[in-house]
């Protein structure tokens, strides 16, 4: 295994696992809405593109055809959409959830009505970490000449995929983006719905 395989192995791991442990030890001080939306972030990233881009459902290559033979013994492809799915809900969603509660104040009121501020911070981080997973995490998989599926959110599928910028001979292209730039909208209005139906407690404030 090269030191770059380590690298996405260490990464997907603990970007899947980590928070979900801070998950079950903080359960006591976090709001009660956010195992809920924790739950279904993790579901609707799976349903949404995961399994799509895992398996190769529709027109497009499974994850085993497109990497490196050492990543399908670390990662295989029964679990490797899990541990996207873990980390999407956990590490971005959550994350993202966290920073823009950061930016703007610790104000528990931005998950209880639209603040288009909070949200550009979330959307921001959300289409950020993934141009960064596409340019240095994953860019073996994705480059270019390996053929995602179609996917519920990412509905330009193969046949419409333009390139649309490079670096460093990496390409990032439209498919991949599309997730990224629809569910944090998706996500933002499931916290809203929830956390009127369900009592907020105040986040701590970790001083």
């Not at 909208?185 to 139906?197: C, N, P, S």
Request: aromatic share 14%; net charge neutral.
């Amino acid at each position: 295994m090269s030191s770059e395989e380590l690298r996405v192995v260490v990464v997907v791991y603990l970007a899947a696992i980590a928070p979900l442990v801070v998950l079950l030890a903080g359960r006591k001080h976090l709001p009660n809405w956010v195992p809920m939306i924790y739950v279904g972030s993790v579901l609707g990233c799976a349903v949404g593109w995961e399994l799509w881009f895992n398996y190769g459902w529709l027109d497009g290559e499974p994850v085993d055809a497109r990497r490196a033979m050492a990543l399908n013994i670390w990662l295989p492809k029964c679990i490797n959409w899990l541990m996207n799915s873990l980390a999407d809900g956990g590490a971005i969603c959550l994350g993202g959830l966290w920073l823009m509660w950061l930016a703007t104040g610790k104000d528990s009121a931005v998950f209880k009505s639209w603040h288009w501020g909070a949200f550009g911070v979330l959307l921001v981080w959300c289409v950020g970490q993934n141009l960064v997973v596409e340019l240095f995490l994953y860019h073996d998989q994705l480059a270019n000449g390996k053929v995602l599926s179609w996917a519920p959110l990412a509905p330009s599928g193969p046949y419409f995929n333009p390139t649309l910028f490079e670096l460093n001979e990496r390409g990032v292209r439209l498919q991949t983006q599309i997730p990224w730039l629809v569910f944090p909208f998706l996500l933002y209005q499931a916290v809203i719905l929830t956390t009127r139906k369900i009592p907020v407690k105040p986040l701590p404030t970790l001083d």
